[in-house]
Nanobody
Framework: QVQLVESGGGLVPAGGSLRLSCLAP????????VAWFRQTPGKEREFVAA???????FYADSVKGRFTVSRDNAKNTVYLQMNSLKPEDTAVYYC?????????????????????WGQGTQVTVSP
């Protein structure tokens, strides 16, 4: 396991943008896919987006066309660019590293597929 650190959350008005970052130790993301999940009080954590080890992105239907996931392996960082934010995007956002290397696709993956998690960053979108 590795320690992941999210940053970039905050308070924005509806329609605004934020970019979240997920930083890992050196080489901590090499050959691993990384996903973003989010959670609101009283609800289960839900999948938002993922990027596989070679850079292919995958998105939940609710964010497709608005969010973009990317990675910079040289900086050991995965990003989640969030545009056209809606109040229903309000949640704590977590990044997580896959338990397995070289997984190709992420289609609504389960939390149990991921073994390393960050502490979360709060995103609040005001109406």
């Amino acid at each position: 396991q590795v320690q992941l650190v999210e940053s970039g959350g905050g308070l924005v008005p509806a329609g605004g943008s934020l970019r979240l970052s997920c930083l890992a130790p050196a080489r901590g993301l090499n050959n691993y896919g990384v996903a973003w999940f989010r959670q609101t009080p009283g609800k289960e954590r839900e999948f938002v987006a993922a990027i596989n080890w070679s850079g292919s992105p995958f998105y939940a239907d609710s964010v497709k066309g608005r969010f973009t996931v990317s990675r910079d392996n040289a900086k050991n960082t995965v990003y989640l660019q969030m545009n056209s934010l809606k109040p229903e995007d309000t949640a704590v956002y977590y990044c997580a590293r896959d338990r397995s290397v070289f997984r190709v696709a992420y289609v609504y993956p389960a939390e149990t597929d991921f073994g390393s998690w960050g502490q979360g960053t709060q995103v609040t979108v005001s109406p």
